[in-house]
């Protein structure tokens, strides 16, 4: 059983950055992979980013903005945002799973921290 907390989420404006914190409790840490999704309003649920201890994936549409990180001593997985978008707007997910990537199923869900990216 894994617990995950997402933070970090807020308005900001075009072109500015974030970074979102993801806390996890319960198992070891360091044996899942991460990942990050997102969801718009209207919009299905969509894969974001993932690490593992062998893998990182990134979706196109993030691709060289976002930076997913992971600190295993702190049990902590975060998601650099730079240059954002307003496009970039949605409830941001953190997520664990046995192998990462965005395809797969993962097994623990936070509850999500909504991102806000103004014009």
């Known amino acids: 059983q894994v617990q995950l907390v997402e933070s970090g989420g807020g308005l900001v404006q075009a072109g500015g950055s974030l970074r979102l914190s993801c806390a996890a409790s319960?198992?070891?840490?360091?044996?899942?992979?991460m990942g990050w999704f997102r969801q718009a309003p209207g919009k299905e649920r969509e894969f974001v980013a993932s690490?593992?201890?062998?893998?990182?994936y990134y979706a196109d549409s993030v691709k060289g903005r976002f930076t997913i990180s992971r600190d295993n001593a702190k049990n902590t997985v975060y998601l650099q945002m730079n240059s954002l978008k307003p496009e970039d707007t949605a409830v941001y997910y953190c997520?664990?799973?046995?192998?990462?990537?965005?395809?797969?199923?993962?097994?623990?869900w936070g509850q999500g921290t909504q991102v806000t990216v103004s014009s």
């Open positions: 690490r593992s201890g062998i893998n990182t």
């Open positions: 997520a664990a799973g046995s192998i990462g990537g965005p395809r797969v199923p993962y097994d623990y």
């Open positions: 319960g198992r070891t840490f360091s044996r899942y992979a």
